[in-house]
């Protein structure tokens, strides 16, 4: 496709750099929007989406180091490549919920229905970041002949990711967007369905990125990674994380009917819902 957009002078302005500046501020900016909405301070949540923006690139980073450690055992110097790759998406999503859970804990915010704020920013910002992902040729799938497959043809996309060249391929990044842009669609038609409690919104998407991530991964192609040598580590963290988000679902909803339950008395308020 296009891995470069343009040289200014020595400087190389790549596709995948530009979009992911966009996933990021595109998914900060929902959120804030979210935020005054529901009368959160706006600028302790521009704070925490800095922290998060942050610990997710960092996250990312590490875990595409720890999956492909042997190869950069061998070839140190590959590293310094990390500058142009965006890592591994759950890498930095995890990273970016345990900062998140710490900044909410040290400036006692409500902890779920600020990660419902967040959580349809993260799908934006995924969607906007995987078309990146296309532009660049990472993240590809396996050869297939369907009517939708692309074949990528610039060398650099070879050169910087290793993308095979004249073949055609699973557009795996087209399919992770396409399931993030109808993720955000669902959290956004049903956040205020049926009985809504904090938190629901949040491990909503993780259960359902999670599923949907699991099945993606089917079609990738790409080195990645494998755990117990059939599985890839996405698929891996996607079955720990679909179960987390089903018990985490349970039990806020159970927190939320008792805690509703319990009949106000004179001189004493209810505890707000975290």
């Known amino acids: 496709m296009f891995p470069k957009l343009f040289d200014l002078g020595p400087l190389t302005v790549y596709s995948y ?17 979210r935020a005054k909405r529901r009368g959160l301070d706006p600028a302790r949540v521009m704070d925490l989406g800095i922290y998060i923006i942050v610990s997710a690139l960092v996250g990312a980073k590490l875990l595409l180091v720890i999956v492909d ?5 061998r070839e140190p110097a590959d590293l310094l490549s990390l500058a142009r790759s965006g890592g591994v998406f ?38 906007v970041g995987r ?22 043809t610039n060398p650099l996309a ?20 396409g399931a993030e842009a109808v993720i955000l669609g669902l959290l956004l038609a049903f956040e205020h369905k049926g009985r809504a409690f904090a938190g629901r919104t949040f491990w909503g998407y993780m259960l359902v990125y999670g599923l949907s991530r699991f099945v993606i991964e089917m079609f990738r192609g790409d080195p990645r990674g494998m755990v117990y040598g059939n599985i890839s580590t996405s ?23 008792d805690t509703a ?14």
């Not at 040290?106 to 934006?124: C, E, F, Y």
């Not at 339950?261 to 975290?274: D, E, I, K, L, N």
């Open 158 to 177: 070879q050169e910087n990711v290793g993308t095979p060249l004249g073949i055609p391929l699973h557009p795996t990044q087209l399919y992770e967007a």
């Open 235 to 257: 698929q891996f963290i996607s079955l720990l994380i679909v179960p987390l988000s089903l018990v985490m679902l349970y039990w806020l909803s159970r927190r939320d009917r």
């Open 69 to 73: 450690a042997d190869h950069f055992l």
């Open 90 to 127: 759950y890498g930095g999503l995890i990273l970016a919920v345990l900062v998140g859970l710490w900044y909410v804990r040290k400036h006692q915010l409500p902890t779920w229905r600020i990660a419902d704020v967040i959580a349809p920013g993260i799908a934006l910002g995924h969607v």
């Open 131 to 152: 078309l990146g992902c296309f532009l660049a040729g990472c993240c590809y799938g396996h050869e297939t002949d369907v009517p939708w497959a692309v074949t990528f």
């Open 261 to 274: 339950s319990v009949p106000a008395t004179p001189g004493r308020t209810r505890p707000a819902r975290a």
């Open 17 to 33: 750099g530009v979009l992911l500046a966009a996933a990021y501020l595109g998914g900060l900016q929902l959120a804030l929007v």
